[in-house]
């Protein structure tokens, strides 16, 4: 998660399956893909006039989930947002639910097959699970929302599964903390990192057993713990 938070915001993903980085342009309004090594870059999803934020991908299926959210003409205050998917080359567009207030990261659990967000209007992670991925239509086929944490104001800003633990992550950056809870929404909230630096983009990485994540607090850092202990 990179750019100013809110504005140019950029929410990178890469999946070895499919070669590409994906991330989200808020102020450009579209989806891009590029190597890892910069060296071809291209536009998939033009979300004109719609603003998107975060990415997540389900790589076994090959489909593509991202926030988008609706904002008046000059203006970051965001409406309404909402999840739309698309294939990971940017074909067959689709809206997937809508009825947030204000959509920031996007995560998807291979395990459970649900998608995760962060409603930083809301202060609550949601998830649901991920529709077919061939006959679902989005104006007949319903999906059910379900709320895996209410953090009483907390902020959550990014967020991210990590699969063999059962926990998702989020940023909760009014309180400047890292908070998790189990994925079905049954276990408490923890603080797994307190002074956190005002955190905002989160990434985990299982080979190495550390949890990374972007401050906005002071010039701005990358920092990490181990998702062991959470101790730096």
């Given at each position: 998660?990179?750019?100013?938070?809110?504005?140019?915001?950029?929410?990178?993903?890469?999946?070895?399956?499919?070669?590409?980085?994906?991330?989200?342009?808020?102020?450009?309004?579209?989806?891009?893909?590029?190597?890892?090594?910069?060296?071809?870059?291209?536009?998939?999803?033009?979300?004109?006039?719609?603003?998107?934020?975060?990415?997540?991908?389900?790589?076994?299926?090959?489909?593509?989930?991202?926030?988008?959210?609706?904002?008046?003409?000059?203006?970051?205050?965001?409406?309404?947002?909402?999840?739309?998917?698309?294939d990971?080359?940017?074909?067959?567009?689709?809206?997937?639910?809508?009825g947030?207030?204000?959509?920031?990261?996007?995560?998807?659990?291979?395990?459970?097959?649900?998608?995760?967000?962060?409603?930083?209007?809301?202060?609550k992670?949601?998830?649901?699970?991920?529709?077919?991925?061939?006959?679902?239509?989005?104006?007949?086929?319903?999906?059910?929302?379900?709320l895996?944490?209410?953090?009483?104001?907390?902020?959550?800003?990014?967020?991210?599964?990590?699969?063999?633990?059962?926990?998702?992550?989020?940023?909760?950056?009014?309180?400047?903390?890292?908070?998790?809870?189990?994925?079905?929404?049954?276990?408490?909230?923890?603080?797994?990192i307190?002074?956190?630096?005002?955190?905002?983009?989160?990434?985990?990485?299982?080979?190495?057993?550390?949890?990374?994540?972007?401050?906005?607090?002071?010039?701005?850092e990358?920092?990490?713990?181990?998702?062991?202990?959470?101790?730096?």
């Amino acid at each position: 998660y990179c750019g100013w938070w809110k504005r140019n915001a950029i929410y990178d993903i890469e999946f070895k399956q499919w070669g590409y980085i994906y991330y989200a342009e808020w102020t450009a309004m579209k989806i891009t893909r590029s190597d890892p090594n910069g060296g071809t870059t291209e536009v998939i999803v033009d979300t004109a006039p719609l603003k998107p934020t975060g990415i997540a991908i389900d790589e076994k299926i090959g489909k593509l989930y991202y926030a988008v959210s609706t904002t008046p003409p000059g203006s970051n205050e965001v409406l309404e947002s909402r999840i739309q998917r698309a294939d990971v080359d940017g074909g067959n567009v689709q809206d997937v639910v809508g009825g947030f207030q204000n959509l920031q990261g996007v995560a998807f659990d291979p395990e459970t097959h649900r998608v995760f967000v962060s409603d930083i209007g809301a202060s609550k992670i949601y998830s649901f699970e991920a529709p077919d991925p061939i006959n679902f239509n989005a104006t007949t086929d319903s999906v059910t929302v379900e709320l895996t944490a209410d953090c009483g104001g907390c902020e959550p800003v990014d967020l991210e599964v990590v699969p063999h633990e059962g926990k998702v992550y989020w940023a909760a950056l009014a309180v400047d903390k890292i908070q998790r809870t189990d994925v079905n929404g049954l276990g408490s909230i923890e603080d797994f990192i307190v002074s956190a630096g005002s955190p905002v983009g989160l990434a985990a990485n299982n080979a190495s057993g550390y949890l990374f994540w972007t401050t906005t607090g002071g010039d701005g850092e990358v920092r990490r713990a181990p998702l062991s202990t959470g101790a730096p």
